[in-house]
């Protein structure tokens, strides 16, 4: 296994395991969606958002909180708009 994907292999299992389904479905939907798109920076990112709090990343991508500006960007421009009922639907 190559480290890229050893790296994506763990990311979906963090993105997948956080601790309530609401955040399994927010940022493991937003992963099985995204994560074929990233290169080494948007993969970084990523793992960057995954050492955050649930809440706080429910906030953000809700937009009921400011998001920092080390995590603002496309990425969670894009999380912000994903449609996670048609991802389990």
Do not use: C, K, N, S
Not at 23 to 37: K, L, N, S, T, V
Not at 58 to 66: E, P, S, V
């Amino acid at each position: 296994m190559t480290d890229r994907a050893h790296r994506l292999a763990r990311a979906r299992f963090r993105a997948w395991h956080r601790g309530t389904r609401e955040a399994d479905y927010m940022i493991g939907g937003f992963f099985d969606r995204y994560h074929g798109e990233w290169d080494e920076a948007g993969l970084a990112w990523f793992e960057v958002l995954l050492d955050e709090e649930d809440v706080d990343i429910m906030a953000w991508a809700l937009g009921t909180q400011a998001i920092p500006p080390e995590l603002d960007g496309d990425q969670m421009r894009a999380m912000r708009r994903l449609d996670y009922v048609t991802i389990q639907g």
